[in-house]
């Protein structure tokens, strides 16, 4: 199963670090496009400051063209000393002392990866993934991990990736004892607790039923598997049935089999000393002595299993096609990386690439152009081309990207091509290096895929010394147009020159999710339990769950304050949010951000903005948000109230809610406490965005359980945190006051 690899200079230690996701609610009105909606409008306040004093320097000489302007020579990469010893357990530890802030970080990294996933329980290794932390530690359950280390300002996490394992702590370093103890813990011995299994995979399964729900995210996924083959490691994907055989038993069998020390690398980078360090992780991990064969290679990647030709994926719903095209890349490793990683830099690298200047500007077909040369550590990468048009421009932009294809293979590219890219190479890479940390990281990656520690010098040389004639070369060898897998996901009825005309087969992708199997009625047995509720049923059951259909159709008004934690940038942001909702349709929301107060309002057909720019009639895009909101508002989505609302069984837990405008999202319920689980969607204006919020700490107020915690993700990455501080029902709110302007 092909999962997001690190790209061609990312380490996976960047990756590893991503926290495997979970989602928001609480106050619901927060999302990924809210907090750049808000910095737009704060940079917007900025902009008459800018404009007077650009004016009062008018006088001031024009200054030389950016063409004219000379920089030294990057500094050379410094590999700093890292301290390097193996315990005799076999555990790797790599230390490296770096004292300008105090803070201590580590990263284990483990052998192993969804590429070892059994065939029939596809899903196996990223379930063990997330639920080596979450599922807690023999002695501490995840929610009370999750509150000490909130406490401490401190963080443990666990993932699976494609070819890698993680567990990784920060802490400042006055705390280093004691989550070092906690990360020991979570490594050596979890606890894979019932409960929090059944909670993933009822997660996983909504991202199942929405995995179709965006064109981009289609067509990448299936030009994955038609490249790799569908039925390799590499090409498939998790399904309901898959999910549905993973049990607790295999859980604790995949983790035995690789989380064992010899088959693990740490790295620890921080305010410490190094040999004080040394002698607490040797004591520390003393008594762990586990032990395995060692882990054999991942699968060999099969060029015969991939599919050329054009591949259609039909969605009626877009009005654009989302396209991509490529095959096979190439390792890391591979003597022309350099000049091919230079060569799709000219070939769509960017705004001055080929590709660009040419589909995108000259012929005005594609929103969006780009290529790239993958290239993973261990296996061949993806060369791809991305694309997206309007439906009519569909045939018309393939043809212009072949064009340039060709002419990429058959004539050298000029000097100033060939400079540029090499500089935006070379001055992209050379940040990877930039801080003690990222070097440590790079150097675990190389030891963990067996690079030598000298690739960067190798690579950086190599980047140097290519020329046109090589970038010609690598083209013509490696480019192959005639192994092209070509995926196309909008409405054939609107492409307008049928595709048929490129001169190559044409085949239509199945995008039907497979349901599980299911018992007949005759299969049940007296220990089988009762049947799972289907859409209606199971959403009376929430609501039951929540106070009754009865209490929460009385809630008239609704005043909730939370606070946020968001990775919305360096250091993250912090937001204090009070939500304000009346039954009658009526929505404000006040957000106090760093720069200043956001607020909105509306009733559901129009309202205002208010931010640190003045007052405006709310814009048609946040208009959509708030309607959004209220949509998804417990009350009336519970009880019913709304006729346009439709209610639709996915299966496994999930219900899917729409209403004819439009709005849509999908609930994951706890078949065994009735309480939502996590609601996942994708907000109105968002460009293929999934929001994924999961819910924990039930309280009641006024007979009503309501999460007073949510976790936040945004394409399966953290997002923020949400802890609700306040929640007040009835208390009498008007319209009239909703509506009152700052």
């Known amino acids: 199963m092909k999962s997001s690899p690190p790209n061609s200079h990312q380490p996976i230690v960047a990756h590893a670090l991503v926290r495997a996701g979970q989602s928001q609610r609480i106050g619901q009105a927060l999302s990924p496009d809210k907090v750049i909606h808000w910095l737009m409008l704060v940079v917007g306040a900025l902009v008459p400051t800018l404009v007077l004093v650009l004016t009062s320097q008018a006088q001031t000489p024009i200054p030389p063209s950016y063409k004219d302007l000379k920089y030294p020579p990057l500094r050379e990469i410094q590999i700093p000393k890292v301290e390097e010893s193996t315990l005799p357990n076999g555990l790797k530890i790599y230390l490296l002392e770096n004292h300008e802030l105090p803070l201590v970080r580590g990263l284990a990294l483990v052998r192993t990866g969804n590429l070892f996933d059994p065939a029939d329980k596809v899903g196996l290794a990223s379930v063990t993934g997330s639920l080596i932390r979450s599922g807690g530690t023999t002695a501490k359950s995840g929610d009370q991990l999750d509150e000490e280390l909130e406490n401490i300002a401190a963080s443990v996490e666990s993932q699976i990736g494609e070819s890698y394992g993680s567990v990784s702590f920060s802490t400042l370093k006055e705390r280093t004892d004691e989550v070092l103890t906690t990360f020991h813990d979570v490594l050596t011995s979890p606890a894979f607790r019932e409960d929090r299994l059944d909670l993933i995979k009822t997660q996983l399964r909504s991202g ?96 015969k299993l991939s599919a050329p030709g054009i591949h259609v994926a039909t969605k009626t719903d877009v009005t654009q096609t989302s396209l991509v095209l490529g095959h096979l890349g190439g390792e890391l490793k591979d003597k022309d990386y350099p000049a091919l990683e230079v060569m799709s830099d000219i070939l769509g690298g960017g705004f001055q690439s080929r590709l660009f200047q040419k589909v995108r500007t000259q012929l005005g077909y594609a929103y969006e152009v780009s290529a790239s040369w993958g290239a993973d550590y261990d296996h061949p990468g ?59 990281n790079r150097l675990l990656t190389y030891r963990y895929y067996g690079y030598p520690d000298d690739f960067i010098f190798q690579y950086q040389k190599a980047i140097q010394q290519v020329t046109r004639a090589d970038i010609l070369r690598v083209a013509k060898e490696y480019i192959d147009p005639a192994k092209f897998v070509v995926v196309a ?26 349901q599980p199997k299911r018992a007949t009625a005759a299969a049940p047995t007296a220990a089988a339990g009762p049947p799972q509720p289907k859409g209606a049923a199971l959403l009376a059951k929430m609501a039951q769950a929540m106070g009754g259909a009865a209490k929460l159709a009385s809630v008239k008004d609704l005043t909730e304050k939370a606070e946020l934690n968001l990775e919305a940038g360096p250091g993250g942001l912090k937001v204090s949010q009070t939500e304000f909702w009346i039954a009658s349709g009526h929505y404000r929301e006040e957000n106090v951000l760093p720069f200043g107060k956001v607020l ?51 299966a496994n837990g999930v219900i899917r809610l729409s209403d004819k405008s439009g709005n849509f999202l999908l609930l994951s319920i706890d078949p065994a406490t009735g309480l939502p689980l996590s609601e996942s969607y994708a907000e109105p204006g968002s460009t293929g965005s999934d929001v994924t919020e999961t819910y924990a700490d039930w309280q009641e107020t006024n007979g009503v359980k309501l999460p007073r915690k949510v976790t936040i993700t945004q394409n399966g990455k953290h997002f923020a945190d949400v802890k609700v501080t306040s929640v007040m029902l009835d208390q009498g709110l008007t319209p009239e006051q909703l509506s009152k302007k700052p």
């Open 208 to 303: 199942i039923a929405r995995r179709n729900d965006d064109a981009h995210g289609i067509s990448e996924r299936e030009f994955d598997s038609l490249v790799y083959g569908p039925k390799t490691s590499y090409g498939w994907q998790e399904e309901y049935a898959t999910l549905d055989n993973i049990k607790r038993d295999d859980v604790i069998k995949f983790y035995q089999r690789y989380y064992f020390p010899a088959n693990i690398i740490l790295a620890v980078q921080g305010d410490f000393s190094a040999p004080e360090l040394k002698a607490k992780l040797e004591k520390l991990f003393a008594s762990w002595n586990a032990s395995q064969p060692a882990v054999p290679a991942f699968p060999p990647v099969d060029p």
């Open 382 to 440: 993806l060369f791809q081309i991305a694309s997206s048009t309007k439906s009519a421009s569909t045939t018309e932009t393939l043809k212009a990207i072949r064009a340039e294809v060709d002419r990429i293979r058959t004539s050298e590219v000029t000097a100033e091509e060939l400079e540029s890219a090499k500089q935006t190479v070379i001055n992209g890479f050379i940040f990877n290096f930039d801080t003690p940390s990222k070097t440590l």
């Open 489 to 514: 996901v909008g409405n054939p009825k609107d492409f307008g020159t049928p595709l048929t005309s490129l001169g190559l087969p044409v085949s239509d992708i199945d995008l039907t999710i497979p």
């Open 600 to 650: 909105s309002y509306s009733d559901g057909k129009t309202g205002w903005v208010s931010s640190p720019q003045g007052v405006t009639p709310i814009p048609e895009p946040e208009l959509k948000q708030v309607t959004f909101e209220m949509f998804r508002m417990w009350f009336p989505m519970l009880t019913g109230s709304d006729p346009n609302r439709t209610i639709q069984d996915e």
